[in-house]
């Protein structure tokens, strides 16, 4: 089998995903896979990691999102390990990538990750970015039309308990989610830089959201 170079290797990874992705939802395509791993590259800048394991799993952390395979968290790892072994890379590399893919999503429920590595750390961070700020917000409202849910519905709370399966199965309103979930992010950054931007994007979160209530209202 013929080596690639490690930039060839990005290369041949990043139309992969390209292909794989052309048909995916909005907040979990080609883009946000772009934007992810454009993030990760920057937080690297400032971490001592090996920045081709960061690529790889920043490109294929969400090969085959569970939410989109009846929740089955086996495809993306599969799909990324058959991928991989077609580059002619090593197996200590491959199986580093493998654990960030099904260790890099929130799950919700306060689950304790079981797998740590500092390329981990950046590729999360990099993933977290892209659900806070504008796009984080946009993403979020994309992904609840996706799934015909209600705006907002001032009778039904955040619940902040949801244990993981309960978290996955939710079909509540999405204003929830930014309380499930996306305001919790900021102070779950892994990385110095990771958590500079985050705080940026969280405070335009909280102003949007001041600003969906009060439009809400009839106040504005």
């Not at 060839?8 to 772009?34: M, R, S």
């Not at 968290?73 to 990538?97: C, D, M, W, Y």
């Not at 949007?208 to 009060?214: I, N, P």
């Amino acid at each position: 089998m013929a080596s690639f170079s490690s930039e060839e290797i990005i290369k041949n990874t990043i139309a992969f995903v390209k292909n794989e992705l052309q048909n995916a939802e909005g907040g979990h395509d080609w883009f946000h896979i772009e934007r992810v791993y454009k993030n990760a590259l920057l937080i690297s800048e400032s971490e001592k990691v090996d920045r081709t394991i960061v690529s790889l799993g920043a490109l294929l952390h969400d090969i085959a999102d569970s939410k989109f395979h009846n929740d089955d968290e086996t495809i993306g790892p599969k799909k990324a390990r058959q991928f991989l072994k077609t580059q002619n890379i090593s197996e200590e590399i491959i199986a580093h990538v493998i654990k960030i893919i099904e260790n890099v999503s929130y799950k919700g429920g306060n689950q304790t990750q079981k797998f740590h590595s500092k390329e981990l750390e950046v590729v999360q961070d990099a993933d977290r970015l892209d659900a806070l700020g504008a796009i984080g917000i946009a993403r979020t409202f994309n992904y609840g039309g996706f799934k015909n849910r209600k705006l907002y519905d001032p009778e039904i709370k955040p619940n902040l308990h949801m244990t993981p399966s309960e978290y996955k199965a939710s079909d509540a309103p999405t204003i929830n989610h930014f309380y499930e979930k996306l305001l919790l992010l900021k102070n779950r950054m892994n990385t110095e830089t990771g958590r500079k931007i985050a705080e940026e994007r969280h405070a335009f979160m909280e102003t949007f959201l001041k600003q969906f209530y009060a439009e809400w209202e009839g106040e504005k």
